[in-house]
């Protein structure tokens, strides 16, 4: 290659940077950026796998959050732990430490375990709370409903700022597995329940489909009434839509794989009869002890 063909590449390449940096500043000025980034590091992380990041968040969802998922965020605020996690997702992934997330099962348990702690550090940087959608939006535009929480506030995770809406749609959901939407939790009361325990790479399809058949046995996600030949169903299963309904799968389909028992009974006879499903309002109040 010449000097001059090395030439224009480089300047290709600094364009380019150039061109990303100026988008991401627009994107920042119109929709907002509040950073929530992690605390000062006064010490170095005392973290060094996934394994030990998921021991101490595993202790932190114990010790904080109900067995329905409500969560003690006042005594969470005071939790030094967090701190750690957050420092710690802010340094480790797939990008930054690709030697430990070796697999795809790795990197998404990584991802829906940082997103979860990620929703709790923005509800403890913003508390008291009443609802996500109170967090103050910071951009000159209002284009959707919790642009404050899931778009505004910015995180560091495996080395870059992110916000939870882009961490949701662009990487998350971009691992093609449905069953994601059970498995994170959004602060709110008609979110799936935030779990006790952290989400592993050696038990993450097992963890998976428990989270799909406990949201589907939940009557605020799928209620059947069986007299009016109707489905009340989270309005969850309507924003994401396509994913529940991939290759030729429909959304009472999708329900029947992970339904037992009358559940499963009841979503047959709604299939064989088509029942209408009616999507439900979203309840965004706190999840809050």
């Known amino acids: 290659m010449t000097y001059r063909a090395m030439l224009v590449i480089g300047l290709a390449i600094l364009m380019l940077g150039a061109l990303e940096d100026r988008s991401r500043s627009v994107s920042s000025l119109l929709f907002g950026r509040t950073l929530a980034g992690p605390p000062p590091r006064e010490e170095p992380i005392d973290i060094s796998s996934s394994a030990e990041a998921y021991d101490a968040l595993d202790a932190l969802l114990s010790k904080h959050v109900t067995p329905d998922g409500m969560v003690d965020y006042r005594k969470l605020s ?25 697999t795809e099962r790795e990197a998404l348990a990584y991802y829906l375990n940082a997103y979860n702690t ?96 406990d949201m589907i046995a939940t009557l605020d996600h799928v209620e059947i009434m069986e007299e009016e030949e109707l489905i009340l169903a989270s309005p969850i299963f309507d924003w994401f839509r396509e994913d529940f309904e991939g290759d030729g799968e429909t959304l009472i389909g999708f329900w029947e794989n992970y339904a037992r028992g009358n559940t499963a009974r009841a979503l047959a006879k709604a299939r064989e009869s088509n029942y209408q499903v009616r999507f439900v309002s979203y309840d965004w109040q706190i999840n809050a002890q």
């Not at 005071?78 to 690709?98: A, D, N, Q």
């Not at 952290?198 to 038990?203: E, G, H, V």
């Open 78 to 102: 005071e939790s030094e732990v967090l701190g750690h996690l957050i420092r710690w997702f802010g340094s480790y992934g797939p990008i930054t430490t690709p030697s430990l997330f070796t």
């Open 118 to 213: 990620l929703v709790l550090w923005g509800v403890v940087n913003n508390w008291p709370l009443e609802s996500v959608m109170d967090v103050p939006d910071t951009g000159l535009l209002s284009v959707k409903p919790g642009q404050g929480f899931f778009v505004s506030l910015r995180f560091v995770l495996d080395g870059s700022w992110i916000n939870l809406y882009d961490l949701e749609n662009t990487i998350i959901r971009g691992f093609g597995d449905a069953r994601i939407h059970a498995a994170i939790n959004c602060a709110s009361l008609s979110c799936p329940k935030l779990q006790q325990t952290s989400f592993r790479a050696d038990s993450l399809d097992r963890t998976l489909t428990a989270a799909t058949e």
